[in-house]
């Protein structure tokens, strides 16, 4: 499709949208007349009708007109055009852009209400527990209204309240949950246990924090790993029995340590296998080379010290000491050995699963925020969600001043806490953004030496912050508050705010994306309510020596020179920071690069549990694999063995067993891609490997482990029955 295909493409669902709403529209008297009973019989009705086959977008209007009504008489609010066209929108599985204080939190409710009547459930997502906990509470009366259940699936929650929050027809709830339920529900023993039922339909509010924000680091559920300390051990002490040269070679330049011959001959010996190196043998391979890197290539006080019981890592550039830090892969672990301190179990990841990939499974996904247009292409084509910008209830009034220039940050903060005094002193209202906790209590010092009252805020407790910034919009408040903080909650003006000029935003820094910046604006000017919002920037900010490179420090040198313009600074930072985006873009797509290797593989995986999970029987499954791994002879000693034994247990038992023999498989095959992924040269991987070569190796290695599965079922089956036996 070219680009003017999808623009005319876009084009013409928006005008479709926009049918729908004047049909909406068109029923309002109609559905204002109705009484209580009657609008709340359209419910069974429109269900029936959905039931019986009849497409959404048919149903849409008179569905919308419902829950617009009911929303007027329940909470006294009156959905506005606007909202109807969001929410038309939101049914059609794109993102609506719609500014603060737009009122999203309505708009959701119609086309939650309308894919509800679905009968499979219907989700609204939000960032944090305060939020959804408050808009289920608030919106809730409406679709109770209208004879609809609605949830809120917590944390706190214990499986059995999660699964009833998930099987009423509305469930709010937050990324993060949504997301480990689903893992959680896929490595659970029995059915009963799952809690999601499907995933149907969902609304993302403030769908750029959770799909472009968060979706640099994947969703990961880990547990102990094997105790392993023995196995430390016994190779450790193998190494150090070694003799230099004879058993074998160290080489400084690729810094590595090789078995020789003899060496090879002493380790099959030691450990009793016929061969070193085999399929069977790669675990015993990797322990031995870790006691030979750990023994003869890590040295004591260069590369780590010994402190408390504890291996700690030096930096050899700078020689301090990385508390907390580890080598990776088990390396630490053969350290640990050789010091002869406490072995530290290792964790593994048992679950793995990337935002992008998650919100994938959804039949159908949409997503409303105040700031999507800027990362339009990437929501396209990663989730294949076009971005609507939605007109405004009222015209902004608000206006965004160009950047003001410094030549460095202490200049800045001066300039900052000048203008925020004569602000506060006639009474306007100041809401200063930061990028970062530090400078918000940097400020705030600033501030309370110049003796101006202020409230500072971090994004650490999302309920006491929301109260907090709602009166961020009162006469003579001054607010000093991270990006974060506060989020989803609006600014009303206090009583005289408005008189005065409204809500000033001062932005203390140019954030790494310019979508952030926007949502800082756009606290601002709520309905049409004056206001105004400036940056300020100075050339010795974050952004400019992270980004900027040599050549844009060479201008930034220019401008402190006297070279260059306020004017070409400006566009100088747009530059940096469209940069600085740029490289974000590129981290999440390798994240995701990754994550898609394990994709095809997690759906194989979860479809063989599921399938497993759900057997009546799976006696005839596990002969077939019997009949196929050993032949007749061991099918018949299967069963003979097994014939005493009340068939349900059986049943349990295979079952069971089953499912451990896939954990246990795939269990190292998710850690070994967080290996990769974590690697401290994982740019260097994507850049030396093309990713398909890495796909590849998956694919190699889930094959073995697919044929190692029937293999363990097997084993372990024959050793459960061969147990039986003896106890019997
Ligand atoms: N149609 C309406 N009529 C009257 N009030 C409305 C209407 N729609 C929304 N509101 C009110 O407007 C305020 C803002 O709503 P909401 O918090 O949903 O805004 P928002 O778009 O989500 O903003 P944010 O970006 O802060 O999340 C709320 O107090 C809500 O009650």
């Not at 939650?112 to 305060?130: M, R, S």
């Not at 601002?524 to 206001?531: K, Y």
Request: overall charge negative.
């Amino acid at each position: 499709m070219s680009f003017g295909d999808l623009f005319s493409s876009e084009k013409r669902h928006y005008h479709e949208a926009e049918k729908q709403v004047k049909k909406i529209l068109d029923l309002e008297a109609e559905y204002a007349d109705k009484s209580d009973e009657q609008l709340q019989a359209k419910t069974p009705e429109l269900k029936a009708r959905i039931a019986s086959g009849e497409r959404l977008e048919k149903v849409l209007p008179e569905a919308f007109a419902t829950a617009r009504e009911a929303s007027r008489r329940v909470l006294g609010e009156f959905p506005y055009p606007v909202q109807l066209l969001g929410g038309v929108l939101l049914d059609g599985g794109d993102i609506a852009e719609m500014k603060t204080g737009e009122g999203k939190t309505l708009t959701a409710v119609m086309p939650i209400y309308l894919n509800a009547l679905e009968g499979k459930g219907a989700h609204v997502v939000t960032v944090n527990e305060y939020l959804a906990s408050r808009d289920a509470s608030w919106m809730g009366e409406v679709y109770r209204f209208l004879g609809l259940s609605v949830g809120c699936n917590l944390h706190e929650l214990s499986p059995a309240q999660k699964r009833e929050q998930y099987l009423c027809d509305i469930t709010y709830t937050t990324n993060s949950e949504l997301g480990f339920d689903y893992l959680r529900d896929n490595m659970v023993y029995d059915p009963k246990d799952r809690v999601l039922r499907g995933l149907h339909y969902a609304v993302l509010d403030e769908v750029d924090s959770i799909l472009i924000d968060e979706a640099r680091t994947p969703l990961i559920i880990s547990g102990p790993g094997p105790v392993l300390d023995q196995n430390y051990i016994n190779a450790d002490r193998f190494a150090k029995s070694l003799k230099r040269d004879a058993d074998y070679t160290v080489s400084r330049e690729d810094n590595s340590v090789t078995l020789t011959e003899a060496g090879i001959r002493k380790a099959e010996k030691a450990f009793g296998v016929a061969h070193l190196y085999t399929d069977q043998t790669a675990e015993l391979v990797h322990y031995i080379q870790n006691a030979l890197r750990a023994n003869y290539l890590m040295s004591r006080d260069v590369e780590y010290v010994v402190g408390d019981n504890e291996i700690i890592l030096v930096d050899t550039f700078t020689g301090r000491k990385m508390e907390g830090r580890e080598f990776s892969d088990g390396l630490h672990q053969a350290i640990q050995a050789k010091e002869n301190v406490n072995i530290k179990q290792e964790t593994v990841t048992l679950a793995s699963i990337t935002y992008q990939n998650f919100f994938r499974l959804y039949d159908k996904l949409s997503g409303m925020t105040g700031t999507a247009k800027t990362e339009e292409a990437e929501f396209l084509d990663t989730y294949n969600m076009r971005v609507y910008a939605i007109p405004t209830n009222k015209p902004v009034r608000r206006i965004d001043e160009p950047d003001q220039i410094f030549r460095t940050r202490h200049e800045k903060y001066e300039a900052v806490v000048k203008d925020i005094k004569a602000l506060h002193e006639k009474g306007q209202p100041v809401l200063v953004g930061t990028v970062s906790v530090g400078i918000n209590e940097q400020l705030s010092a600033m501030l309370k030496k110049e003796g101006i009252p202020h409230q500072v805020l971090n994004a650490k407790n999302d309920a006491d912050e929301a109260g907090i910034i709602a009166k961020a919009g009162q006469k003579y408040a001054v607010t000093v508050a991270t990006n974060m903080a506060g989020r989803g909650t609006d600014i009303r003006l206090g009583e005289g705010a408005a008189e005065l000029g409204g809500l000033a935003v001062l932005g203390t820094e140019r954030h790494e994306a310019a979508r952030i910046d926007n949502q800082l604006r756009g606290r601002s000017g709520r309905q049409g309510d004056p206001g105004f919002s400036r940056f300020y920037v100075a050339m010795d900010d974050d952004l400019f020596e992270k980004y900027a490179g040599e050549e844009g420090q060479a201008v930034i040198a220019h401008y402190l020179a006297g070279k260059e313009s306020d004017a070409q600074m400006r566009a100088f930072a747009d530059r940096i920071q469209k940069r600085a985006e740029g490289l974000h873009f590129d981290a999440r797509r390798r994240t995701l690069e990754f994550d898609n290797v394990l994709s095809e593989q997690r759906e194989v995986v979860y479809e063989q549990r599921s399938r497993i999970l759900d057997m009546d029987d799976p006696s005839e499954h596990v002969m077939e694999l019997i009949r196929l791994k050993r032949g007749e002879e061991s099918e018949q000693k299967f069963r003979s063995l097994t014939e005493d034994t009340d068939p349900e247990i059986l049943k349990h038992v295979e079952k069971v067993v089953m499912l451990q023999s896939i954990d246990r498989c795939w269990i190292p095959h998710v850690d070994f891609m967080e290996h990769l992924k974590q690697g401290v040269s994982l740019r260097s991987y994507a850049q030396v490997k093309p990713i398909d070569a890495y796909k590849e190796e998956g694919y190699k290695r889930f094959n073995i482990m697919m044929n190692e599965t029937t293999e363990l079922i097997v084993s372990a089956l024959m050793q459960w029955a061969e147990s039986q036996n003896q106890t019997e």
